[in-house]
């Protein structure tokens, strides 16, 4: 063993038995620093002779190499059992709560009027708004609903005040949606597809009724527009609402003011055990009403009847939502209870949409 | 309107099944509500008879008979002294539901005998009251079914009863007559030819008829009527009294039950006068407003001026087309009476019945249109049938007024009836379904019968054909986009905004509320409204009377009640219209928010505390960034009377307000029941200006290379000093340079007046620079920080905290 080779094990002896890093650090500076052993026998390299300088020189190179790699993973090491003893002390109960954030809720009927949005827009129905607050003309009127009709006193009207001063008959709430179709027809003219969601009032309150709910009404005026096309709409309708492959629709004759024919359509649907299921079974639930526009009601929209024609319908969005999502009780719809709010909303975020499906 | 089948069959020669008749009716738009078959219940019964029948061994008044069935002979126990040997039964059977009893036979021991069975009576059965003693019957055969028998001798007994729901426009269908005429059109039978023949009078009528100048015009335009004298008016025979009963009328006298009859029969009401009562000439006139009249409801109704009322020389004597008077009804003691048929007008008479508030089976006739041309030939067969079931003899018919003339005629275009409905009837099949619901067609002219009134324009005749066709054999038939490619977006800016700010408001965590558009009177006061033009003039009850002038007290209400279920914490928000005035279009759209309660609930990490108005602010600001509102407002205090004055505040866009924010005001919180804290905000979404140009290219990102340098300032400023005015103040020093500035800190209350001097607070300001083009150097920072210094302190009065 040369005196490189003792050099070499006693240091590597002093690094393997450093007990932390200010030892390590002594021992580099004892080796390696400028004055360090190996530093100065670098330095008595000047004084040989070119061949003795030559192997000395290289073993001593080796040996510097080999000390520093020893000393930087002994340094490694080092601070790896240090981080392991600190580790071991930062445990944290993983099982406390996060810090609380709330989760709010979209109400079953914006997340519906959101649902049937998606669907008519897909077939080319635009949406139209109307005031809540109507003139009679508007709600009953140009919907050829006659002041004396029996049809005007079943809608249970709700009435605002009149300034006895004031010879107008008194507003009313409207008691439908079918007056933006008036005001629809009057804004755009025809050819028109329009569907017009919101706030429906009716004095009327018990088990199955509200004195306020929501309706949707869809209208389409064309050349040539058909009782059958109604039909087919009202089919693809019902199939991607209530997402199922196939629907079954009966139209049965009826009467409503402002369309001629007239119709009750009723879906086919199956209440085994309970439940709800759209598309099958034997018994038929009553979902709208609908028929094709009375020609007046297409005059009173400003709009010829004997160039245009088109149908229209309406439907209850309450109702459907309570259909589709099981919802029991349509005057817990406006009680605003929390825990019917949590349980039947819908995530902010889940806008329904006919690419990415309506309900999650 | 109600009938049963044997009674529909008077007037349709027919072999459809009840099913399919219901069906059919149902299909054409007089919808089947409920079918009462009352061999239903009677089903399993059937006849048995009595061999033998002896004293129970053990009972003095139960019989122990046997009895030879269908299944051999049985021993059955039997309390009913008519029990006796020879007797055809009705038996019914251990297992069968016996319907007037609610019970289930078994096989049940009685004093020791075994019972196989019941032998039933009427009341047993439901058939009538008769509970004396158990059915006997005539004839019959053990083991016949005892529906079977009922239907061959008693077919009254299990005629099925169909209620059908009648719409305004079929005055028509409200008689069986109209219902028959609609299915033989479907083809489901012959409709029976209804012959009239006049009853010729006797003698001249004694009591005239008048009807008043101005309301034979409108009013009364016919009235017509006849004595029948030498009547004996008992109890109808019992096929009447059984329908009557089958449709749930109680059958009363033989004169009122013809009157009721004929209003089922063929939508016929007509009114029966005692004629000994009746003083002078009955008239037909517009009450003076100061009369009184007791109806056969056995109510007084006060005339209003101007309601048409028959009148006789002592005053009303019947509230004409709607209820008689009690005082000239016809009782068991009639002998003369008077018979009327009059037509009435249905917008008169529907004003009368409303304003009387009396609902009877004329009212509802009348005022949807019963067939005028039909008011005398119902006279004449009315007359023919109190003579046919009370004897005497008829008057001449005494009139006045006229039929009124209806006629009208409107063109049928078949190619357009096969255009509007999608389905191809051919035009033969268009023209015999018209000819058969009666209108007479002459070429393409069509003239409406007369019994139908709702018949107005030629989309009627469309109707008429459609129905009749059937429309459950409409076939869907696509209807393709107007535009053909990707369809463009739908919504309105407005529409798409709304949408915006309610999933932005429901993803801070606020559940969304939708309440009634009406609240209680002192609730809308509280909040701005409560005026005379949003008041309702005829709520459903004192909690909603106005319309809601915000959306707040609506929420506060939810809130309030939640608490009373325990909930103290929520977080609640609306997003719909608030109405400003009584006006159409007097409505704006609302979003707000309410946070009542603790931020949180209790945790490891103390995140609860109570809600403040910078978590209103915070989240008003959020829903009003998601739905594009510039980042700077101005914040006033112009606050409605619900806030706190202190603690609230208005963003607004210079006369434009935004949204209001901040704390409820303690008062309003304690009338509405809600215990605080509570913060709230109210954003008005129209409000928000939308941008001038729409486009989806976004301005240039601008980033610098060089470092943004940030310098903090302290100053010391009067408590009442607004933050904003010192960074704006702070903002305004360099405007190229200064990117932003924000307040991290400020140190209030006693101990910072200690250090600071009474009334006074330190806000600390940190200000970033942008250097764009080259860094700053020390000099240039210093410079501007003077100069932030110098605006800050000039702007607020304050100075800078040393």
Known sequence: MNALDVLKANYLDRIAGAADEASLEEIRLAALGKKGEISLKMRELGQMSPEERQTTGAALNLLKTEIDAALRAKKEGLADAALDARLKSEWLDVTLPGRPRRMGTIHPVSQVMDEVTAIFADMGFAVAEGPQVESDWYNFDALNIAPEHPARQEHDTFFMARDPADPRPPHVLRTHTSPVQIR??????????????????????????APMFHQVEGMAIGRDISMANLKWVLEEFCKAFFEVPNVELRFRASHFPFTEPSAEVDIRCSWEGGQLKIGEGNSWLEILGSGMMQPKVLAAGGIDPSEWQGFAFGMGIDRIAMLKYGIPDLRAFFESDLRWLKHYGFAPLDLPTVFGGLSK | ??????????????????????????????????????????????????????????????????????????????????????????????????????????????????????????????????????????????????????????????????????T????????????????????????????????????????????????????????????????????????LQARLMAIGLRPISALVD??????????????????????????????????????????????????????????????????????????????????????????????????????????????????????????????????????????????????PDTTRAYTLDPARVISLVGMDIPEATQRATLAALGFVLNGNQVTPPSWRPDVLGEADLVEEVARIASLTKLVGRPMARETSGVPGPVLTAMQVRERMARRTAASLGYNECVTYSFIDAQSAALFGGGSEATRIENPISS????????????????????????????????????????????????????????????????????????????????VLAAIGAPAKTQINRKLAGWWHPGRAGVMALGPKALCAFGEVHPKVLREMGVKGPAVAYTIWLENVPFPKTKTPTRPALAISDLHAVERDFAFVVDAGTEALVAVNAAMGA??????????????????????????????ALAVRLQPSGKSLTDAEIEAVSAKIVEKVTKATGGSLRS
């Open chain 2, 258 to 403: 013809i009157t009721n009859f004929f209003t089922y029969d063929l939508n016929r009401p007509l009114h029966v006068f005692d004629a000994a009562k009746v003083k002078g000439d009955l008239r037909i006139v517009p009450a003076k407003g100061d009369e009184e009249l007791l109806a056969l409801d056995g109510k007084t109704y006060a005339l209003r001026a101007g309601q048409m009322v028959i009148v006789d020389d002592q005053g009303p004597e019947s509230l004409a087309g709607i209820m008689g008077g009690e005082h000239s009804g016809c009782t068991e003691e009639t002998v003369d009476v008077f018979l009327e048929s009059a037509y009435w007008d249905p917008i008169t008479i529907a004003a009368t019945g409303r304003a009387l508030k009396i609902n009877s089976d004329a009212r509802y006739r009348f005022e949807r249109g019963v067939d005028p041309e039909f008011t005398l030939p119902g006279l004449e067969l009315a007359t023919q049938m109190v003579l046919d079931l009370c004897g005497g003899e008829a008057s001449n018919v005494v009139m006045d007024g006229a039929v």
């Open chain 2, 734 to 763: 360099d405007k190229a340079l200064i990117e932003a500035v924000t307040v991290f800190d400020q140190f209030t209350g006693p101990k910072a007046e200690e250090q600071m001097g009474a009334g006074k607070k330190s806000l």
């Open chain 1, 184 to 209: 629809a027809m009057q804004e755009r003219g025809a050819p028109i597809r329009v569907i017009a969601p919101g706030r429906v009032y009716r004095m009327d309150m018990d088990q199955t009724h």
């Open chain 2, 168 to 239: 305004p426009n079929r005055p028509d269908a409200l008689g069986v007559r109209g219902v028959a005429r609609d299915l033989a059109a479907r083809g489901l039978g012959v409709l029976k030819p209804l012959e009239v023949e006049p009853v010729p009078g006797g003698f001249d009528c004694p009591i005239g008829v008048q009807i008043d100048a101005g309301l034979k015009e409108k009013g009364c335009p016919l009235f017509a009527g006849r004595l029948i004298r030498g009547v004996t008016n008992g109890p109808s025979p019992a096929w």
């Open chain 2, 543 to 622: 909690e909603m009377t106005h319309m809601r002038p915000d959306l707040l007290p609506g929420l506060l209400q939810a809130a309030a009640r939640n608490q009373a279920r325990g909930f103290a914490d929520m977080a609640l928000f609306e997003v719909g219209p608030a109405f400003h005035g009584g006006e159409p279009g007097d409505q704006h759209l609302q979003l707000a928010g309410l946070l009542v309660g603790a931020s949180a609930p209790r945790d490891p990490w103390g995140s609860r505390r109570p809600v403040d108005l910078y978590d209103a602010k915070a989240d008003a600001e959020a």
């Open chain 2, 1 to 166: 309107m109600k009938f049963t089948l044997s009674w529909l069959k008077d007037h349709l020669d027919t072999d459809a099944s009840v099913d399919e008749i219901a069906d059919a009716l149902t299909d054409l738009g007089l919808e089947v509500e409920d079918i009462v078959n009352p061999a239903a219940k009677l089903a399993p019964f059937t006849l048995a008879k009595v061999l033998h029948a002896e004293k129970h061994p053990d009972a003095d008044k139960l019989r122990v008979c046997n009895v030879l069935t269908d299944e051999g002979e049985k021993t059955i126990v039997c309390g009913a002294p008519n029990a006796r040997e020879g007797i055809t039964v009705v038996l019914c059977k251990p297992g069968d539901y016996v319907p007037g009893i609610d019970t289930t036979l078994g096989v049940g021991k009685i004093r020791g005998v075994e019972s196989h069975g019941m032998m039933a009576s009427e009341r047993e059965l439901e058939l009538s009251d008769e509970h004396n003693g158990i059915i006997e019957l005539p004839s019959g055969e053990v083991g016949q079914k005892f529906i079977d028998w009922l239907a061959e001798n008693r077919p009254e007994a299990v005629d099925p009863m169909i209620h059908i729901k009648i």
